[in-house]
């Protein structure tokens, strides 16, 4: 089946540490994101990448780094200089960025800072 | 910065009847908008979507209208069932390479009872 998954789906991460995110998907779609969501806000863009070896800093990129040396992976690492990383995360990937197309998503990995 | 407003956080309808979720948007740039509904712990499923050149998309009980005078568009479903009970979010995205980037509302919890 085509998807995109995601990997853990529950992760604890003491304070300092850095932690990885993983996002694997099959689609053979051109463009990955990554989405924070919080409790009561919508979803927030950190990363995204448009092809292998290049990704662009979305409206929260601080605290956090990706990496997209494979079409088809796209993990992000929150580092611990993230100051507030307990959220839910979603990883998700389009065709490409042509005119209207549609993003689809993972089912999320939740984060909790211990 | 809200761009995107979604200013009910939540509505409740009985089965049966329609429900209008609504959104507002401040960027005149946006010109392609969508619709994603979220159960918790789950990533959004793609809903229905439409170009600013339309005013009106239609897709089984699923009907979105955009305003673009008044910056405003709503999703109508009719008739609704118990399972459209989730989180309903509307993105939006700009043109040129932007697209593929969206910017989300905050989300409007619909409830709907048997």
């Known amino acids: 089946d085509g998807g995109i998954t995601q990997s853990p789906k529950y992760l604890f991460r003491k304070e300092g540490q850095n932690v990885t995110l993983s996002c694997e998907q099959n689609?053979?779609?051109?463009?990955m994101y990554w989405y924070r969501q919080d409790p009561g806000q919508g979803l927030r863009l950190i990363y995204y990448s448009q092809i292998v070896n290049d990704f662009q800093k979305g409206d929260i990129a601080e605290g956090y780094s990706v990496s997209r040396e494979k079409k088809e992976s796209f993990p992000l690492t929150v580092t611990s200089a993230q100051k507030n990383p307990t959220a839910f995360y979603l990883c998700?990937?389009?065709?490409?960025?042509?005119?209207?197309?549609?993003?689809?998503f993972g089912e999320g990995s939740w984060l909790t800072v211990v | 910065d809200q761009q995107v407003k979604q200013n009910s956080p939540s509505l409740s309808v009985q089965e049966g009847r329609i429900s209008i979720l609504n959104c507002d948007y401040t960027?005149?740039?946006?010109?392609?908008f969508l619709w994603y509904k979220k159960y918790p712990a789950e990533g959004p499923t793609f809903l229905i979507s439409?170009?600013?050149?339309?005013d009106k998309n239609e897709d089984g009980r699923f009907t979105v209208f955009l305003n673009k005078s008044a910056k405003h568009l709503s999703l109508h479903i009719v008739p609704s069932q118990p399972g459209d009970s989730a989180v309903y979010f509307c993105a939006a995205s700009a043109g040129g390479t932007s697209y593929g980037k969206l910017t989300f509302g905050q989300g409007t919890i619909l409830t709907v009872h048997p």
């Open positions: 689609l053979n779609h051109d463009a």
């Open positions: 439409i170009s600013s050149i339309k």
């Open positions: 998700a990937s389009s065709l490409d960025q042509g005119s209207g197309n549609t993003i689809y």
């Open positions: 960027n005149s740039m946006f010109d392609y």
